[in-house]
Nanobody
Framework: VQLQASGGGLVQSGGSLRLSCATS????????MGWFRQAPGKEREFVAA????????NYADSAKGRFTITRDNAKNTLYLQMNSLKPEDTAVYYC?????????????????WGQGTLVTVSS
């Protein structure tokens, strides 16, 4: 499956961005989906995950209250609305399809990854 992430860019601290992750794979609606990010010089980390129907969401502590993950299964698209952005949110953001296990915050649970979209937050 191919995932195409988009929507990154340069934004000032306190600003907002909405990331999108599109796929032509219709069966994507059967899977949990997630967002991860990797800041320069750091390990890739979990940001948020959403159940196949969108009824269950999970967030990293750093994202709670500021980021919202949603999905539109009719459009085969995943979103990440990011508000109140901070310079420490600067990273490449990746969308991914979860296929294995029960841990939504572990990279090994995901089998397909988008190419990443760069978010830069200036102070």
């Amino acid at each position: 499956v191919q995932l195409q992430a988009s929507g990154g860019g340069l934004v000032q601290s306190g600003g907002s961005l909405r990331l999108s992750c599109a796929t032509s794979e219709r069966t994507i609606s059967r899977y949990y989906m997630g967002w991860f990010r990797q800041a320069p010089g750091k390990e890739r980390e979990f940001v948020a995950a959403i159940s196949w129907g969108g009824g269950s969401t999970n967030y990293a502590d750093s994202a709670k209250g500021r980021f919202t993950i949603t999905r539109d299964n009719a459009k085969n698209t995943l979103y990440l609305q990011m508000n109140s952005l901070k310079p420490e949110d600067t990273a490449v953001y990746y969308c991914a399809r979860k296929k294995y296990g029960s841990n939504y915050d572990v990279q090994a649970s995901y089998d397909a990854w988008g190419q990443g979209t760069l978010v830069t937050v200036s102070s």
